[in-house]
């Protein structure tokens, strides 16, 4: 198993264009999530889902959206790049079975905004 | 803009000794914690977990303590090598929490000397 895996590994933007991160996993697990991690700030979640076709916010979601359209994928949009997105993301999946919520991360992606 | 240092505590030991780091929590309803090891440029790696009806749980070479009285989390770390380097975070969920309901520290970044 590949685990949680994230494309691209590295980017850079510029103000106002946009781009997509992509995140699979083949732990066939329900929940999967999307974070940004930024020095001295820890892991905020910027959006969830708990199934295909389902999405919901987190912590800080404004200038992000996501999609779930398959069950092992889970794709984050950033529409209009600004410099404040500049960050490195993580993708994480969770069986979500219960109360136990052991989240996997994939290897994370590293924005840079111009 | 200007970037921003990273800030986290920090904690240095000789290589061959215990390590213990430490995590307060403010929830008091939170009853499932988590340790994640993240190493330079990779995601972070799920370490051990603990749920709020122990007090004590041991992994190899990593033992976490949880006392619920004073909201505090430990992760001891024994006989600790070069390859334990990272920041280590702690997380938990609150009872009844959902899909968002991890919420990570911020992390503390050990340190291994020869």
């Known amino acids: 198993n590949a685990g949680v895996t994230q494309t691209p590994k590295f980017r850079v933007l510029k103000t106002g264009q946009s781009m997509t991160l992509l995140c699979a996993q083949d732990?066939?697990?329900?929940?999967m999530y999307w974070y940004r991690q930024d020095p001295g700030m820890g892991l905020r979640l910027i959006h969830y889902?708990?199934?295909?076709?389902?999405?919901a916010k987190g912590e800080v979601p404004d200038g992000y959206n996501v999609s779930r359209l398959k069950k092992q994928n889970f794709l984050l949009g950033l529409e209009s790049a600004a410099p404040s997105q500049t960050s490195v993301y993580f993708c994480?999946?969770?069986?979500?079975?219960?109360?136990?919520?052991?989240?996997?991360f994939g290897p994370g992606t590293r924005l840079l905004v111009l | 803009g200007e970037s921003v240092g990273l800030h986290l505590p920090t904690l240095s030991v000789q290589e061959g000794d215990n390590s213990i780091i430490n995590c307060a929590y403010s929830?008091?309803?939170?009853?499932?914690f988590i340790w994640y090891k993240q190493e330079s440029g990779k995601g972070p790696q799920f370490i051990i977990d603990?749920?709020?009806?122990?007090d004590k749980r041991q992994g190899q070479r990593v033992t976490v303590l949880l006392n619920k009285t004073v909201k505090h989390l430990s992760l001891q770390i024994a006989a600790t090598q070069p390859g334990d380097s990272a920041v280590y975070f702690c997380?938990?969920?609150?009872?009844?929490?959902?899909?968002?309901?991890?919420?990570f520290g911020k992390g503390t970044h050990l340190i291994i000397q020869p």
């Open positions: 994480a999946s969770s069986s979500g079975t219960g109360w136990q919520e052991t989240q996997y």
């Open positions: 732990m066939n697990h329900e929940y």
């Open positions: 889902s708990v199934g295909e076709g389902t999405t």
């Open positions: 929830n008091s309803a939170s009853d499932y």
């Open positions: 603990i749920r709020s009806n122990m």
């Open positions: 997380a938990e969920k609150a009872s009844g929490g959902g899909a968002d309901g991890l919420t």
